[in-house]
């Protein structure tokens, strides 16, 4: 009997556990459904949760709207193919004639290349890759002296046979020299048909080795470079928007897409010419639209510019989520975590009639790009940020600490008086203002007197807002001043692009960089109403143009947002290393 009093005891406490255990798991599924809807609303609230009141969102607002988090998919694909090629150079044989050749080693960039080899004596490397004239043929030494070499190329040539030679020095002095085939695959078409108009080598800014090339970085599309030829050495098969810069770590900052077939470019990628992928962040805000700010749709956030701090963080020019404006905020990102920082809203720093009262442009989709910033410039000695914005023809720098305003400069017309102290005033006769101007950047931070400064940017000569003129929408040109900072005043100092005319008016879109040996490179990216881009170098004593291609045939809405000088070999060696 007390037997099987016992049995039943047991088996009601084992059907109380299982219950307990049911309900636990009933509990744990709602509580995380609940969680999960608790999120969504939570979310949602904090897209509306000021609309009704202001125009100018919170900090905390700007952060949950925007989304950034570090995506680790094509960190981990890199480190895999990084892996796969370390073991086959484990694997080789010493022996020049036993070596691993892989054309377009990371699947992104089909002009680049990778030979694993062996040498018994330890060996210095010089790789040549020959070109179609002296010029053309780019060659790079690697430091150091060792057995086991992992040599990235760059520079091939698309759709033919490459013979890249590698000479191997040992330590006496002997060398040895052998050669290796790299066949590549024709450019893509849409790139579009780069003819060249003239180009003197000697002249040109083109780096030890000749290895710095044309970047023409696309508005959304294929980012290429070109050699003095105007020949296509480099591409990526990602797209790219807007951002191709080179970091202090030498690696390139890009704006691509989280996927190929995605809409919007909301991927923030460290890279390298190889397509080794170092870091990215993603964005995945949903922001409000114009018609129903009821509805959340995706939304590029990242658009005109990214620049790296001296703390390493990235400063950004971002859309915050507004229902009503866009362009007219940045982000200071922590690329290592993801996480925002600081964010500056140009509405707390400008006139508030330039905002509430814009009526320069408008957009499909009824939101209001009153500013529409499109570069920026940080000043390390002065630590004052120097900001674009194309729809109020207007430069201006703040200190970066404060965000106060330090100057402005731009035609005083609909500029409040209590502003007008911050202007710059022109010391040139006639001086003409600029107009929907892009590509900011210092290009002389020192002057006899300290407070001197040397500003280059491209000049569109499209007043959207201010400063029309009888010259207006006549002419484009790269354009260099002087600004004294501490008298307020500003000096013109060269201009090249008016003698172009009309042919060379470029309406959005376009940059002008110093690349060295007094030269600037000019990127007329829209010109011919779009149909056309066109990359003059040309020396700013003589104005003598010493480079000049013509870009054409690509598809619409790609034309080159920059044309930017940059070597292929930033950093010495290729390293096979996996990434943390």
Known sequence: MNYLRECSFILKQRKWRIGLAVLLIILLIGGLGAYHERHNIRRLMLVHQRYQRTDILSTNQIKVNLRAGVSTKHTANTNQLTKQYRADLQRLTPGTDQAKVVVNPYHTSPLSGLILVKTKPAARVTVTVPGDTAATTITHQIKGYRRTHSVGVLGLYAGRTNHVRLTFTQKDGHRT??????????????????????????????????????????????????DAQGQIRWYSTAKISHVFKRLSNHHLLVLTKISPKSPKYNALRETDYYGRVYRQVNFSGLFPTRQDP?????NTVIHHDAIELPNHHLLLTVDDGSKKFVEDTMIELNFRTGKIVKVIDLKRILPKSAYQNYHGTTRPDGKIDWFHQNSMYYDTKRDELIISGRNQDMIFAINYRTTKLKWILAAPERLPQSYRHFLLKPTTKHYHYNGGQHAVKLIQTTSH??????????????????????????WSAGTTVTIDQLNRTVTKTWRFGQSLGKRNFTNIVGSSYAVGKGNTLIGFGYA????????????????RVVFDVDHTKFAHGDWSYRAQRMTLYPQNNFQLTTIK
């Open 177 to 226: 020299t052998s050669t290796y085939k790299l066949t590549t695959a024709p450019a893509p078409r849409a790139i579009g048909h780069n003819r060249l108009k003239t180009s003197h080598p000697q002249q040109m800014a083109l780096g030890q080795g000749h290895s710095r090339l044309t970047f023409a970085v696309s508005s959304q599309g294929l980012t290429y470079g070109l």
């Open 294 to 298: 009821h509805k959340l749709a995706t």
């Open 449 to 474: 007197n300290g407070h001197q400064v040397a500003l280059e940017f491209y000049d569109n000569n499209v007043p959207v807002t201010r400063g029309k003129t009888r010259q207006s929408k006549q």
């Open 528 to 543: 011919d109403a779009g149909k056309r881009s066109e990359f003059i170098e040309v020396n700013r004593k003589s104005n």
